[in-house]
């Protein structure tokens, strides 16, 4: 099956700071990720929709000058939570979807963040 | 809006017998239905999914599940549980939005007894 990469894994950075994630489709071009947030013991919460070399989609309620999403490639789409602070601390996890099956979307093993 | 339910927020299984996790949904189009299981602070793994055709899915790791379309359910099914299956299991409706943006619903944590 198609591999989702993202990196790192687990991330702590200080209030204030600024922390990029990066999702990888290994094996396959994506031209559309997304990039979903889970609390603690819930669900996972869609933020946005990536769409290569376009503006992404956020979600109501999801601040997009807060969090960054860049998909310049078809391989490569990064989600940068700008000036991080504690209730920021998450699991974002990506999934990228593959062009030629238009079937489902993969999912990346997720980004523990925490933030100080 | 579209909607996912899952019922039951925490099941108990003793290891060897069979499992079925509940799952509704919300959604006035013909649904692209999957089931995912993660493991602790892990991704998302595909379990099956249902976007036509056999009502009754099988996927991996044992796992079945079949789509009802006058109850609005895709319930999971495993006749034999193993304590690796001890996870926590999604059910989640694609839209049908050409991007396919998939609704969770909130999950239930398997736990399997000795």
């Known amino acids: 099956g198609a591999v989702v990469s993202q990196h790192p894994s687990w991330v702590i950075c200080k209030s204030g700071t600024s922390v990029k994630i990066e999702c990888r489709s290994l094996?396959?071009?994506?031209?559309?990720m997304f990039w979903y947030r889970q609390f603690p013991k819930q669900s996972l919460m869609l933020m946005a929709t990536s769409n290569e070399g376009s503006k992404a989609t956020y979600e109501q309620g999801v601040e997009k000058d807060k969090f960054l999403i860049n998909h310049a490639s078809l391989t490569l789409s990064t989600l940068t939570v700008t000036s991080a602070h504690p209730e920021d601390s998450s699991f974002y996890i990506c999934?990228?979807?593959?062009?030629?099956?238009?079937?489902?979307?993969?999912f990346g093993q997720g980004t523990r963040l925490t933030v100080v | 809006a579209q909607s996912v339910t899952q019922p039951d927020i925490h099941i108990t299984v003793s290891e060897g017998a069979s499992l079925e996790l509940r799952c509704n949904y919300s959604y006035g189009a013909t649904p692209y239905l999957f089931w995912y299981v993660q493991s602790p602070g892990q991704g998302l793994q595909l379990l099956l999914k249902?976007?036509?055709?056999?009502?009754l899915v099988q996927g991996i790791k044992g796992f079945e599940a079949e789509f009802k379309r006058s109850q609005s359910s895709f319930n999971l099914r495993k006749p034999s549980v193993h304590w690796s299956d001890a996870a926590e299991y999604f059910c989640?409706?694609?839209?049908?939005?050409?991007?396919?943006?998939?609704?969770f619903g909130t999950g239930t944590r398997l736990l399997v007894s000795p």
């Open positions: 249902y976007f036509s055709g056999d009502t």
């Open positions: 999934s990228a979807r593959e062009v030629i099956k238009n079937t489902e979307a993969f």
């Open positions: 989640a409706v694609g839209l049908n939005t050409g991007f396919q943006k998939l609704v």
């Open positions: 094996d396959f071009q994506a031209t559309t």
